[in-house]
Nanobody, 125 residues
Framework: QVQLVESGGGLVQAGGSLRLSCAASGRTLSGYAVGWFRQAPGKEREFVAFISRSGGITYYVDSVKGRFTISRDNAKNTVYLQMNSLKPEDTAGYYC??????????????????WGQGTQVTVSS
């Protein structure tokens, strides 16, 4: 079992920045790929960013490329999502998730096995 806790969300003006954290307990994160997803009210949960077990591979949805950066600190058992140049359309609950599968890149929810409870990001215009 892996327990994930997200933090760092909040209210920010358009153009601002936030850094989300995903802290794991129960198992070390270094053995797993990690993804960030988001879900706005009335919408499906969508993929945002992926990082491989080593951190050597990252992948982003087109709408956040150049603005968001996913990274990991395996020594701290934590994955981060740095979000810059935020837009109102980035407003959503943000969730981190762990995949225990042997995969190259995972962008869909069924590929992930453990999920956090989420942290809310609200971007005002």
């Amino acid at each position: 079992q892996v327990q994930l806790v997200e933090s760092g969300g909040g209210l920010v003006q358009a153009g601002g920045s936030l850094r989300l954290s995903c802290a794991a307990s129960g198992r070390t994160l270094s053995g797993y790929a990690v993804g960030w997803f988001r879900q706005a009210p009335g919408k499906e949960r969508e993929f945002v960013a992926f990082i491989s077990r080593s951190g050597g591979i990252t992948y982003y949805v087109d709408s956040v490329k150049g603005r968001f950066t996913i990274s990991r600190d395996n020594a701290k058992n934590t994955v981060y999502l740095q979000m810059n140049s935020l837009k109102p359309e980035d407003t959503a609950g943000y969730y981190c998730a762990v995949s225990t599968q042997i995969i190259s890149i995972a962008t869909t929810t069924p590929e992930y096995d453990y999920w956090g409870q989420g942290t809310q990001v609200t971007v005002s215009s």
